[in-house]
Structure formats: structure tokens, C-alpha cells
């Protein structure tokens, strides 16, 4: 374990996981700096929960000085490129983030999930398999619990099923999962990457650290992770596929989902037998078998967990039925590509509801699968507009503008079928309007239930 006593350490950013950063290092016996751009006012009740771990406190403003600190941790939310990282490293400084540092001080096993899509459903579900296995683990990550969180609870035995974002990714160096998976790459969060090559290159920085005793999970119909698999050639690579039978691979044939380990074919249970929609859940369910086959459990225990999960709440998760429409809560479909996926595992005519924070997106494609199943378009958020411009060039929809997602619901009430589906899917970011996207899907479900 990193030795930290002592060591004067400056936390920057006082979201979720600086506040548990704060708490374990405190515990450690850390000397600990906090530093948040926003002010106390801003911060509300969260400077009085972390003042207890931290030893001094910076608000309002950038830290200036760096002369006697000896580590500056990151949250993800805080770029690496703002003007007091630079300063740390002028001055010789290490910047890690929350991600690397729980990395150093904790003993276990860590899987890793990454991707742009579906990381959430897939870590749920090999969560779920290995607890019906009994193993020692936590769901930790960017499913919501930071990982450092679990430092006290962890011993060698433990499994660290861990959801790994991009912005995670950007301060680790040291990391090494026993297994990662790429479940996919398309374009995304490029208001902070800038292109989607830099995007691409921090995703790879998962396997970084992997050698030839390490299994590196790779969907093969995705083009840009089909590629990464492609240039390696030192790794376990296993591959998943809905279109190819792959020897050392997971694959679905003849409708059931089978595991080729090394030309040995194992059925693990049918399609049929999988409650939650879609194509790109099946890619997860496939993604979650690999990672669980490799980690040595065994596939009755896969297969009994398969059927019994229902999947994440805030990804296509059904809320009612009223009037013979169907409301689904989608909030976590954050980008295009994710919306697209919850059009395509719908069947029915779609009065699709997004819109949100604007990460740099492109449109396009998203408005051109609507195919005549998205029949209304209800816009509100930061891309309104720009969502508007495209589904006007590339769509036959219907479209309509609102203030607010409670005008969104009301509109898209009075304008259902029965035998429609009300689907909430912003293929953006919820930050322009709220805290979170779990934020924004529960207050969907509570105008939906109030209806």
C-alpha cells in the first residue's frame, strides 16, 4: 500500500469523490488541502461534511501555492489541463486521480469496464454474477460509489468491479486490471477531449499496464475497438460478437449465447430467456459473460444470473403503462450513439423526448435512424436548437420545442396513441439543467407517475 502519512496532499474538486478521497486519506493520516472553484454558498451542505477530514480549505479561487504540497488528486469532473495542474507539474508535483490513487492504496482484483456505452448495465450485471458466485467484490466506479470508498473493505481476495470513465482514465498511470473491457468506442464527451483520436488514446490507457497473465475484453463488431484488438498481438484478447462465431470468444448462435473457450463451444442460455431490450444489452450481457468466464466462474452461475437480471435503472428502464402507452426513462443515454440504441430496441412508434448539455455531438446520425419510428421529436435543454437544425434536414418527425421536461411530459401525453411509446433518451449531457442524469430520470419518473 502507498505510504501517505504525513504527506501534504491537495484534493481539487469537492464533488463525490473528492469528499471520499478527503475521508481516507484523513484516515491514513494525511495532511489534506481542499481546493474547489465554486464557492461556499455554492457548495452548500458539502463544505460542512468534508471540514471534518480536511486540514485546509481553498474555495472561490485556484490554489496558488505548491511549493510544500507532495501529490494534487483530481476528482474526474476537473479537467487536467486547468492552470494548477499545470502549476503542480512545473514544480515537479505528481497529479493523479481519485481512480489511481484507490488503485495504489487498495489490495483485491480489479476488473475494469470502460467504453462509451453500456459500461453501467454491464458492470450491474457482472456484479450481480459474481455475487451469485459468492466472490468478495464491490461495484465501485462511475456507477456512483468512487472506488476509494471501499480502501477499508477490500483484502486480497476482493474483486474491484469497477466502471471506468474516460475522465478517470486521464490521471491514471499505474493502473492494471487482472481484466478490462472496451465495450465500445463511438464519439463522445469531445467538448473536453477535443478529438475523437485523444478520446480513443485515453480509453486504450486501460489495458496499458496489461501483460501476457491479464485477458483484455474487445467487442468485435465495433470498428474502432475491433482495430485496437487488431495492432496487439501481446495480450489475451476475447472478443464478443452478435455477428461472428470467434474461437476464444463470446457469441450468440442459433439464439443462444455461447462461450467459445479455444475452439470448445458452451451454451450458457437462450436470447429468449433475457428480460431487458435491446441489441446493444446483448452486447453488454456478452461482454459480462466474457468477463466472468475469464474470471473463473463458473456458467451455471453465469447463466443463472443472466436470466434473472433486469437491468440498470435510468437505461431504457419501463416506468408505466397508461392508456396502453409505455413510458420508458432513458436519462442515462447521455450521446447520440446511446439514443440510437434505444430507438432501435423499441418496436413500437416512438414520441422520443432529449436534449440537454451540449458536449460537442454530433446529430446527424441519430436523427437519421429515427427511420419513421421516432413519429414526434420533443426538444428542451442547451441543443434544442442545434438537435432542431438536424432532425429538419434528416428526419420526417414531427418537432416541438419546451422550456422545461415537465412541458416535455405533459406534450408528450397529449399527443400518444395508444400502442405508443413515450421515450425519455436526451442523447445529451443533463448538467445545463441538472445535477446529474439519475437527477433528470427521476424526475421523468415522478412526471410520468403524476400523470
Known amino acids: 500500500m502507498m505510504n501517505v502519512k504525513n504527506k501534504r496532499i491537495l484534493i481539487i474538486g469537492m464533488a463525490r469523490s473528492g469528499k471520499a478521497v478527503a475521508k481516507v486519506l484523513n484516515k491514513l493520516g494525511a495532511y489534506i488541502i481542499m481546493n474547489d472553484l465554486k464557492n461556499a454558498e455554492e457548495l452548500g451542505d458539502l463544505v460542512k461534511e ?9 474555495l472561490g479561487s485556484h490554489i496558488e501555492k505548491f511549493s510544500d504540497i507532495d501529490l494534487v488528486v483530481l476528482s474526474p469532473g476537473v479537467p487536467p489541463y486547468i492552470e494548477p495542474v499545470k502549476k503542480a507539474i512545473s514544480n515537479n508535483i505528481e497529479v493523479i486521480g481519485e481512480l489511481e490513487l484507490a488503485y495504489r492504496l487498495i489490495e483485491g482484483t480489479f476488473i475494469a469496464i470502460t467504453g462509451t456505452n453500456g459500461k453501467t448495465t454491464t458492470t450491474a450485471l457482472t456484479g450481480l454474477i459474481f455475487k451469485n458466485a459468492k466472490l468478495h467484490s464491490h461495484i465501485v466506479g462511475n456507477i456512483g460509489l468512487p472506488v476509494i470508498s ?30 478490462a473491457a472496451i465495450l465500445n468506442i463511438t464519439p463522445d464527451h469531445l467538448n473536453r477531449h477535443k478529438t475523437l483520436e485523444e478520446y480513443i488514446r485515453i480509453k486504450k490507457k486501460v489495458f496499458m499496464n496489461q ?11 465495433n470498428e474502432i475497438t475491433n482495430k485496437i484488438g487488431m495492432e496487439l498481438n501481446n495480450l489475451n484478447i476475447i472478443y464478443f460478437s452478435l455477428k461472428k462465431r470467434i474461437k476464444n470468444g463470446v457469441y450468440i448462435y442459433d439464439n443462444q449465447i455461447i462461450v467459445n473457450d479455444n475452439g470448445k463451444e458452451m451454451k450458457i442460455c437462450s436470447v429468449d430467456d433475457i428480460k431487458i431490450l435491446g441489441n446493444h444489452n446483448l452486447e453488454n450481457i456478452m461482454a459480462a459473460t466474457a468477463i466472468s468466464y475469464y474470471s473463473k ?9 443472466l436470466k434473472e437480471f433486469n437491468g440498470v435503472e435510468h437505461r431504457i428502464e419501463f416506468v408505466r403503462e397508461l392508456n396502453n402507452v409505455k413510458y420508458y426513462n432513458d436519462s442515462k443515454g447521455t450521446n447520440p450513439d446511446a ?16 436534449g440537454g448539455m451540449d458536449k460537442g455531438s454530433d446529430f446527424k446520425e441519430m436523427v437519421k435512424s429515427f427511420k419513421g419510428n421516432v413519429k414526434e421529436l420533443i426538444l428542451f ?7 432542431k437544425e438536424e432532425a429538419e434536414k434528416y428526419s420526417n418527425c414531427n418537432i416541438t420545442i419546451v422550456d422545461e421536461l415537465k412541458d416535455a411530459v405533459k406534450f408528450s401525453f397529449e399527443l400518444a396513441f395508444s400502442g405508443e411509446v413515450v421515450l425519455l433518451s436526451p442523447a445529451c449531457a443533463s448538467w445545463d439543467m441538472y445535477e446529474s442524469f439519475e437527477h433528470r430520470g427521476k424526475e421523468f419518473k415522478e412526471l410520468v407517475n403524476n400523470l
Not at 501483460?211 to 463488431?221: F, P, R, S, V, W
Not at 435543454?381 to 438537435?387: D, M, P, Q, R, S
Open 297 to 305: 466462474i463458473d456458467i451455471a452461475v453465469i447463466a443463472k444470473s
Open 150 to 179: 471501499k480502501v477499508f473493505d477490500s483484502k486480497k481476495n476482493t474483486f474491484l468491479l469497477t466502471e471506468v470513465s474516460s475522465f478517470q482514465l486521464e490521471t491514471a498511470y499505474e493502473f492494471k486490471p487482472k481484466v
Open 50 to 58: 468534508v471540514k471534518p477530514y480536511i486540514d485546509e480549505l481553498v
Open 339 to 354: 439514443t440510437i440504441k434505444a430507438i432501435e430496441a423499441i418496436n413500437e412508434q416512438i414520441i422520443l423526448i432529449a
Open 381 to 387: 435543454g442547451e441543443t434544442k436548437e442545434l438537435i
Open 211 to 221: 501483460n501476457e497473465n491479464d485477458y483484455l475484453i474487445l467487442n468485435y463488431d
